[in-house]
């Protein structure tokens, strides 16, 4: 038996289709391929860099699934049934909308597959696939390590994706990770991180925990742990971290560089309607904590959410400029995105503020990085260009020379500075590529 692994690039550019440079390994296809029993070939298509090909022989095709890749998603699903090919499809967009990829797959997979791959390859090898599988969602299932041999070749970033817990007990209303979750957290065992750390060649790490500090006790067992293993990791974490002296100092002994950091908005009423708790009891408190991150010479990647109903398009830039002033490593300007299953999604909706007939990720006239959905005190195109104004001005020569000068964080060791200098201009590659990109290729 052959099973094809797939993660779908997001669309096409004029002259093709979307390549990433900054691709990470595609975490949870690992884990599948780590969990197919033993005599079952696999192998893994990466859209983002491979020309798949649909004629290859193959005896079951999984896709993993996302919003923005939903419609590439379903052309790929699409090609491969014409072949008389099974697919089957999971993710969190597949476990928000499944009837909607039920229309483009033989078996959809909700929530999370690991106890049951075994069952969906037996199925699958017998004949009698089944319509709908659900997995529920919670505690990593212990010893699904990744198979990382799938992604020998791929040119991928080199760090390696490891996950310690899942989900985030925080509420912020525009966020997929909170309600597929419940708003619950769940952490793996601690030796068996380590035994997956261990049984890897590579001691740079990207932990791809929504929250890898949502439970700061779980937390510190973890950071405990990597001390002796002489790692260096990345991942994200919430600004409460900042709170805990015994947590920040095991971040920095643990072999932590930074992390990125969700300051969503800098104003209280944004923060407020948003629900996020963490950002709102700490909002007139955010220098101190950034003096905390610097004095511990930990780099930050600031993410921002953009269009809330108190923004406007002269206090995004002032944002812009108030993160370029912190000398922020990175930082992401994203468009509030209203994304199914989320609170966020059924507020707009009974509003009647969504956009593209609220299926914007299947919109052909849908771009990458555009509102979807009306602002209250600007228009979609006047946020969808405020947005891109903020990369533009935060990825400018001038800004980049400007926030690398920070002795405390970029400039604190030489690995913190050759990580600024080769990920910056990366970055910004990446961003300007993407803007505007038509998702899907057909």
Sequence with gaps: MHISF????????????FRDEARMEPLNL???????????????????IDEIDHDERTDLVAITVEAFTA???????????????????????????PEEAAEHADSVFTGDAEARWAEVVADAHEGRLAPRYDGGTGRPQPA?????????GKGYLPLSLLQFGRGCRFHCEYCAVGSYFDHDHHTRPVDDVVAEIQGGTRRDLFFVDDNLIADHE??????????????????????????????????????????????????????????KQPNLARRDRYAAAIDTLAGHHLQTWAAFVLGYDHDTPDSLLEQCEWAI????????WNVLMPYPGTPLYERLAEQDRLLYDGRWWLHPDYRFNSAAFRPARMTADQL???????????????????????????MSSLTRFALYLIYNPLFRREAFKRQGLRLGTR
């Design 6 to 17: 797939i993660k779908p690039t997001l669309g096409r550019l004029a002259d093709g289709p």
């Design 30 to 48: 690992g884990v599948l391929a780590g969990l197919t029993p033993p005599g079952v070939d696999v192998r893994l298509w990466d859209d983002r």
């Design 71 to 97: 419609r590439r998603a379903y052309e790929i699903a699409d090609e491969f049934r014409a072949r008389g090919v099974p697919v089957i499809m999971g993710g969190i967009h597949v476990t928000a909308r």
């Design 144 to 152: 699904t390590h990744a198979r990382r041999d799938i992604y020998e």
């Design 218 to 275: 779980a937390a510190k067992l973890l950071l405990r742990a990597l001390i002796p293993l002489q790692v260096r990791w990345v991942s994200q974490a919430s600004i409460d971290q900042v709170e805990d002296p015994e947590l920040m100092r095991l971040m920095v002994e643990s072999g932590c560089l930074g992390n990125v950091i969700g300051f969503e908005s800098l104003d209280e009423a944004n923060l407020e309607q948003m629900g």
């Design 325 to 332: 002033e912190q000398h922020f490593t990175f930082a992401a």
């Design 384 to 410: 969808t260009e405020a947005a891109w104004a903020c990369r533009q001005r935060w990825s400018s020569l001038s800004s980049i020379v400007r926030r690398a000068l920070d002795r405390s964080t970029n």
